[in-house]
């Protein structure tokens, strides 16, 4: 009944606003499954895209607006110009789940890479953090591979050069679309932000403005210490993405 009395709330509103017009003119539209009263030829509507934007519009509407309250009440209706664009595409994607980084000896790297995919329609943008649930770490025992402090210095927000294989440490390289500007060139790597020990997780892709397919490169890098530990190795990353709206 609380539905119902909505319903006549608002016919009685558009009664009032179309029958005190000597002459009106309106469209009723039917099928099978509805009759809607006093529609109305929009003068133009539909959807624009460019390298940048995703617009859609209504233009010409009569009784235009939002009524009802969406995800409070028992009925929404959006109607005529696009005050709320209520569902936007939002699509994240890694294109593969397992990294192997190989039979890791002294002086050498192991390195493999997946990428990340993005799509949002949010005016706000994006973005993508990353971080590690612990550092690489033998399956059954204690021994690990530290994160790398690269040839010199670098840390879990700043990149730096890592092409010296004997400075041993396992850490990551960004590429591609929207990725933060302190990956240089792909000699400039990261430690991830360890979460055993609470350091906070730490942005790899980001973008203030519409996201339409973008794309990086995640590159893995471990090398070995001379007295390392023959063993399996293994940690997980976590990405988290957050559209903004």
């Known amino acids: 009944m609380k539905m ?3 319903y006549l709330s608002l016919l009685a509103v558009l009664f009032l606003g179309f029958c005190f017009p000597s002459l009106s003119h309106a469209e009723n539209l039917r099928s099978d499954s509805y009759y809607l009263q ?15 934007y995703v617009l859609t519009d209504t233009v010409g509407a009569t009784a235009i607006g939002p009524y009802g309250s969406y995800g409070t009440s028992n ?7 696009q005050y709320i664009y209520q569902i936007d595409q939002f699509q994240f ?18 390195t493999d890479f997946h990428t990340l995919n993005i799509t949002t329609n949010g005016a706000s943008g994006y973005q993508v953090y990353a971080f590690e649930t612990r550092p690489l770490r033998a399956v059954s025992g204690t021994e690990e591979i530290a994160n790398t402090l690269c040839n010199s210095s670098c840390s879990t927000s700043a990149a730096g050069v890592w092409t010296d294989a004997t400075q041993a440490g396992f850490g990551y390289s960004m590429s591609g679309d929207d990725v933060p500007s302190d990956f240089v060139n792909s000699n ?3 430690p991830f932000a ?5 350091e906070a997780m730490q942005i790899v892709m980001s973008s203030n403005s519409v996201a339409l397919d973008r ?3 995640v590159t893995y890098q471990a090398a070995p210490a001379g007295n390392q530990a023959a063993k399996t190795y293994e940690t997980s990353i976590v990405f988290v993405a957050v559209p903004g709206y």
Do not use: P, V
């Open 93 to 110: 994607q890694i294109s593969k789940l397992n990294i192997q980084l190989g039979e890791l000896l002294y002086g050498a790297f192991g």
């Open 75 to 81: 009925y929404f209706i959006g109607s005529g110009f």
């Open 4 to 6: 119902f009395r909505k």
């Open 38 to 52: 006093f529609g109305n030829f929009n003068i133009t509507s539909g959807k624009k895209t460019g390298d940048s």
């Open 188 to 190: 400039y790597f990261r």
């Open 194 to 198: 360890n979460n055993e020990i609470g």
């Open 215 to 217: 794309t990086a490169t």
